[in-house]
Structures are given as structure tokens and as C-alpha cells.
């Protein structure tokens, strides 16, 4: 049975960090394009990063570009996503989804997940 398991978040002070996982199990972690995306209150789904199988390739949004690092640890089936200098606007439920495809299609680009994980909350907040 295919699971994913987020953790890591919880209420922070603007300026501070977070480290989010994701514990994958059911299928090959390691050969899987994995994905974090977030939803604020109100909001729609938004994309926040993608990294590759191996690990040594990452997308970011440019809403966390330069303020996050995705990572992942095959051997212990766990993705990563390492958060600093956290905003307000970054309060949103984080989630963990393992990446079935991309493509683009008019004039833009989608992506489809075929796994998701139950999210955890981020809060930032003063």
C-alpha cells in the first residue's frame, strides 16, 4: 500500500526555519520524481518544488527560491524540505506527492501526481 507520511510542521516566528519529511513507503521511492506543494487558507494548490530519482537535480517555486532546499535520502525512503527565513505568506498545509509526469500544454505547464500524503500545517505567524 503506497504511503506518505508528512511531519515537521508546526507554528514558527516569521524569519525562522522549518524542516519538513516525508516518509514514502508502497512503492520505488528511488526511481520517483517527488514534489512538495502547499495550499494556503483560501487558496488553491500551488507548486512549490520538484526535485529528481537521484537527487541532484531541483525546480523551485520563485515564491521560496533561495529560501528552500528540497532534498531526499533514497536509502531511508524520505523526502525533505528545508525552509528559512519563513513568511507569513508561507502558512499553508505542505504536502508530500510523488510526480507521475509532466508536460506542457498550451501555455502552460501541468503536473500529475498520482500519490499524495495527508500534509502537514505550517504556520508563521508572530
Known amino acids: 500500500q503506497v504511503q506518505l507520511v508528512e511531519s515537521g510542521g508546526g507554528l514558527v516566528q516569521p524569519g525562522g526555519s522549518l524542516r519538513l519529511s516525508c516518509a514514502a513507503s508502497g512503492f520505488t521511492f528511488s526511481s520517483s520524481v517527488m514534489t512538495w506543494v502547499r495550499q494556503a487558507p483560501g487558496k488553491g494548490l500551488e507548486w512549490v518544488s520538484d526535485?529528481?530519482?537521484?537527487?541532484?537535480?531541483?525546480w523551485y517555486a520563485d515564491s521560496v527560491k533561495g529560501r528552500s532546499t528540497i532534498s531526499r535520502d533514497n536509502a531511508k525512503n524520505t523526502l525533505y524540505l528545508q525552509m528559512n527565513s519563513l513568511k507569513p505568506e508561507d502558512t499553508a498545509v505542505y504536502y508530500c506527492?510523488?510526480?507521475?509526469?509532466?508536460?506542457?500544454?498550451?501555455?502552460?505547464?501541468?503536473?500529475?501526481?498520482?500519490?499524495w500524503g495527508q500534509g502537514t500545517q505550517v504556520t508563521v505567524s508572530s
Open positions: 526535485i529528481n530519482s537521484g537527487g541532484g537535480m531541483t
Open positions: 506527492a510523488k510526480k507521475l509526469e509532466g508536460f506542457y500544454s498550451g501555455s502552460y505547464y501541468f503536473e500529475v501526481y498520482d500519490y
